[in-house]
């Protein structure tokens, strides 16, 4: 899972539900696990939106819908248009680890929950803040034409909507995006210190 | 969605500009004294005093350690504790296989890596949210993280305390120390005395309705005031556990005389002169006069009534006694989502809830689980009978607020009015346990998320008070205590 970004061009799953909490993203029954198989929580995604209580797929729910249902797969679906302030409430990881087990590597959003979106940056999920104008434009060119496609340029930091030819910056520091194009771990740069760590214990 | 809401409710609120002075905020302060190194064009990477861990999101950050063939770093710092599975009728066995795997792995873990473990169903056990406070694990101006959300909570005794990921948790194991962006700050002043009826939980909701649940995303918020200054410590905890439902990681509240008479002789706080010493340094834990902030808000607490939400997000909520929106209050983009709400929640624009019937009361959550939740409820329900038909759980946050309870002989307050007092445990904040609500079930509960499906696939949450979800349980319909 832990792949290299550079640029995705790919097509899009449109997920337009504001507050869209990790609760909605991964229902907490799937938490208990102790697994790690990306593939337990990728079925896991969205499940309760996806699934009725008998188990079969909620017909009018997006990601049951003909024209995105596929997986994903390079430059197929790997980007996620999600709603505002996506990924809020619970702290839960198994979120993160559910959109990447699908097999998401971005998701483009106006706002992102803080522990979330950390969350995603752990897990090589890059989260592109969007500007709301930017963001409806894209639900709507994706609602016209599902197979509309989208650009995201890591190095540049660029994300673009390649129908209408329209691009925006995104943030992103310079340690981080260093982690990403080079997959790298925090917790990696954590253990290069811990003499640092020391001094600052005896300091302290 | 939530922005709705705010469009509604708007009278009673000052913004006011950022201050300018150049003084340090009480976030800062503590901030500061824990950076270990500011990264080139990147995060600070902070030294963390006190990991707590529960079951469900640290297996896997055992096994990262594992993986790499690290120890943990700092096992003295570091607490555990099952809580999310734990059920509240028995805690002989969990009868679920997984979750009682998960609950075993954790006491694994703690035994392999040399960390304290409060084992399900002895005397130590409880709530993370809970505990860690009631035990003066949680200290003035430390950094606290857990992989949790409301780890916000234990920011109430004046600390930095954030929610973390998994990935985090094997960071803080590996290295005490994780790396982070710096928040902006807030602070939020509640001004004057809170009416009748009214509790922290009630200003929470209040605050989420007006700055929506993602109003402080990207702000740590410090809560300051008379109002907050009046709080007792409980309160200061269920207000600062709410934090996440505004979007902020960290709320914060400075230590005073409240805090530190809340702390003596808890049993892990510093003892004899040390705690002297302690107090001394504490004192110091406020912001300067001159700080800045990059936002402030000021509420007055006369604005503020005992509360209920309506729909699928906390920021979703109304006066008791007021109505949902009608469509026409709701602006254009938003109608759909909120339509989309209320046909969960099986209930109408404009309507009024004062009178409807629950099918479930719960009392618990790290929210409101501690001993004046207890009392508050009991002073409610006391003389008086369940409703029939109402199913109540009723959960300490801990066994140390259990047996506070039995030592008030508040259990027989709750026994004579029909209730039953059970055992410690997340219980039916979020159906990880027994503790279910069934589909199409409408509950009125103390926690703290009344998303979809979170008290169990289908059931339908209304968040309010002790006092509120207390006149409920006596009547069986959505009860305005002031009126009872």
Redesign the interface.
């Known amino acids: 899972m832990k792949e290299k970004f550079d640029i995705i061009r790919s097509t899009c799953i449109p997920i337009a ?3 869209c ?1 990790t ?2 993203i991964i ?3 799937y ?4 697994t ?1 198989d990306p593939k337990f929580f990728g079925d896991a995604f969205m499940h ?1 939106l996806r699934y009725d ?1 008998e188990g079969r797929p909620v017909g009018d729910f997006v990601m049951n819908q003909p024209a995105f249902c596929e997986a994903p797969r390079k430059g197929v679906h790997e980007i996620i248009v999600g709603g ?2 996506w990924g ?6 198994h979120a ?1 680890w559910a959109i990447a087990g699908y097999g998401v590597r971005v998701v483009v959003s106006s ?5 979330h979106r ?2 995603l940056l ?2 090589f999920v890059l989260p592109v803040v969007v500007s709301k104008d930017f963001q409806q434009e894209l639900f709507d060119t994706i609602a016209r034409d599902p197979q509309a496609q989208v650009e995201v340029d890591v190095p540049r930091q660029t994300v673009t909507n390649l129908t209408m030819g329209r691009s925006e910056q995104f943030p992103l ?4 995006k260093y982690c990403l194009l080079n997959a790298l ?3 990696d ?3 290069q ?2 003499q ?2 020391e001094a ?2 005896a300091r ?1 | ?2 922005e709705v809401i705010s469009n509604n409710h708007k009278e009673g609120v000052k913004e006011t500009l950022p201050l300018k002075g150049a003084g340090g905020s009480l976030f800062d302060k503590i901030w500061d ?1 824990h950076v ?2 500011d ?5 600070t ?1 902070l ?1 963390i005093d006190r990991l707590y861990l529960h079951e ?2 640290s ?2 950050a055992f ?2 350690l594992r993986d ?1 063939g ?1 120890k943990a ?1 700092r096992p003295g710092q570091i607490f555990a504790m099952p809580d ?2 734990t059920p509240s009728d028995q805690q002989e066995c969990i009868n ?1 296989p ?2 009682r ?2 609950v075993e ?1 954790l006491a694994r873990n703690c035994q392999e890596f040399g960390i304290r473990h409060f084992a399900m169903g002895t005397k130590d056990n409880g709530i993370i949210h809970v505990v860690g406070p009631e035990k003066g694990l949680s200290l003035p101006g430390m950094t606290i993280v857990c ?3 409301h ?1 916000s909570t234990h920011g109430a005794v004046g600390a930095i305390a ?7 948790v ?2 803080v194991l ?4 994780i ?3 710096k ?1 902006k700050t807030m602070r939020i002043n509640i001004e004057g005395q809170l009416p009748e009826g009214t509790t922290a939980k009630d200003v929470a909701l209040y605050i989420m309705a007006q700055m929506t ?2 109003g402080a ?2 702000y740590a918020v410090e809560y300051a005031g008379s109002t907050i200054r009046s709080m007792s410590m409980e309160g200061r905890l269920t207000l600062s556990n709410l934090s ?1 439902e505004m ?1 902020s ?1 960290a709320g914060l509240i400075a230590p005073d005389e409240v805090t530190f008479a809340y702390l003596k002789d808890r049993e892990y706080a510093p003892k004899g002169a040390d705690w002297d010493r302690a107090v001394e340094e504490w004192r110091k834990l406020r912001s300067d006069d001159d700080a800045r902030f990059d936002k402030e808000v000021t509420y007055r607490a006369e604005d503020i009534a005992p509360r209920i939400t309506y729909g699928t ?1 906390p920021g979703a909520g109304i006066p008791i006694d007021g109505c949902i929106p009608t469509l026409d209050e709701v602006p254009e983009a ?1 109608r759909a ?1 909120f339509l989309a709400q209320l046909d969960y929640m099986q209930f109408q624009p404009g309507q009024r809830l004062l009178g409807t019937p629950v099918d479930y009361v719960f009392l618990g959550a790290c929210t409101n689980g501690r001993i004046e939740d207890f009392r508050a409820f009991a002073s409610v329900v006391k003389g008086r009978r369940k409703a029939p038909g109402v199913v109540a759980w009723l959960v300490p946050g801990s066994w140390a607020v259990r047996q506070q309870v039995i030592d008030e002989g508040i259990d027989k307050v709750l026994e004579e009015a029909g209730f039953e007092l059970r055992l410690p445990s997340c219980s039916a904040c ?3 346990n027994p503790d279910k609500v069934p ?1 199409g079930k409408l509950a009125i509960s103390t926690s703290n ?1 009344n ?4 008290q169990g ?2 059931a339908r949450t209304i968040l309010a008070s002790p006092l509120t979800v207390a006149a409920s349980a006596i009547t069986g319909v959505i009860t305005d205590v002031r009126a009872l």
């Open positions: 539900i504001d507050n909490n609760d909605l229902p907490a029954r938490l208990a696990s102790t790690r309760d209580a505002a302030n809020s409430g619970s702290s839960r990881e993160a706002s992102f929950a803080d522990i950390n969350n752990n897990n520091n310079g340690f981080k771990d925090d917790i740069f954590l253990l210190n811990t640092k760590i600052w214990e302290n | 969605m939530s004294a270990i190194q990264v080139e064009d990147g995060p990477q030294y469900v999101t297996p896997q096994d990262t790499k690290l770093f999310h599975n679920d997984v979750g795997k998960q792995t992989g949790d959300s780890t954030m929610g973390i990921g998994t990935s985090e094997a960071q590996a290295s005490q120390c790396l982070q962006q928040p649940t993602s995303t990207g996440i979007g990681r997000n938003q989502q979020l159906a990880m589909a998320r998303f979809v499906g979170r696939p289908g």
